[in-house]
């Protein structure tokens, strides 16, 4: 079952421009996740934000959670060619089992 | 640190044979994950490990799904007949926790059932 939502689902912008992506959830979290997946790979870890709080950066990342709305956001400023990957969110429950959920991901294409 | 070490990268199969997938997580972390990834349904969680102990099966699609981790450094996912619609890519992870962590995971095994 699905938990994170994201969006868009695509995203294509140019080189040096700013990208935003988007997660929607629907239960209770203690944190969540972002990951990157470049084609054929597996996902790599980015960001990790708990439930308390709202804010986070990370080089040219910048995510933000908002629990009451129960979405997230993730900013890459300034973007590369070798940002072009597909962005995914996850979920931790409240229940601290360490059980991470998915959502569908966005492909972002920076094109040079 | 290798990382997490998934085998095969391609499996190809036909329908009914027995297909096992290999993981061998990141030497000292006490989670393990088994995921699926499909254009249609996205990254499924199928099972989780902590200190080698199941945890939680219930993404497992059916009983032709079973998975083993007999101890810290090793884990195998088997399906039992295989079946067209098992095509997929089969993820591990490991992480050095279960609560909290990131997952890191290995580059996925190529499964496509004929």
């Known amino acids: 079952s699905q938990q994170g939502e994201e969006d868009p689902q695509a995203l294509s912008i140019q080189e040096g421009e700013n990208a935003t992506m988007n997660c929607s959830y629907k239960?209770?979290?203690?944190?969540l996740q972002w990951y990157r997946q470049n084609s054929g790979r597996g996902l790599v870890h980015l960001i990790l934000?708990?439930?308390?709080?709202r804010e986070k950066h990370s080089g040219r990342l910048r995510v933000t959670l908002d629990t009451s709305k129960k979405s997230s956001s993730l900013l890459i400023t300034a973007s590369r060619a070798a940002d072009t990957a597909s962005y995914f969110c996850?979920?931790?429950?409240?229940?601290?089992?360490?059980?991470?959920?998915f959502g569908q991901g966005t492909t972002l294409q920076v094109k040079p | 640190d290798a990382g997490v070490i998934q085998s095969p990268r391609h499996e190809v199969t036909e329908m009914g044979q027995e297909v096992t997938l290999r993981c061998k997580p990141i030497s000292g972390h006490n989670s393990l994950f088994w995921y699926r990834q499909t254009m249609m349904r996205g990254l499924e969680l199928l099972i989780y490990f902590n200190n080698n102990v199941p945890i939680d099966d219930s993404g497992m699609p059916e009983d032709r799904f079973s998975a083993k981790m007999p101890n810290a450094s090793f884990s195998t996912l088997k399906i039992q007949p295989s079946e067209p619609r098992d095509s997929a890519v089969y993820f591990c992870?490991?992480?050095?926790?279960?609560?909290?962590?990131?997952?890191?995971f290995g580059n996925g095994t190529r499964l496509t059932v004929t």
């Open positions: 934000i708990r439930s308390n709080e």
């Open positions: 992870a490991s992480s050095p926790t279960p609560k909290e962590s990131p997952l890191h």
């Open positions: 239960t209770s979290i203690n944190n």
């Open positions: 996850a979920t931790g429950s409240s229940g601290n089992t360490g059980k991470l959920i």
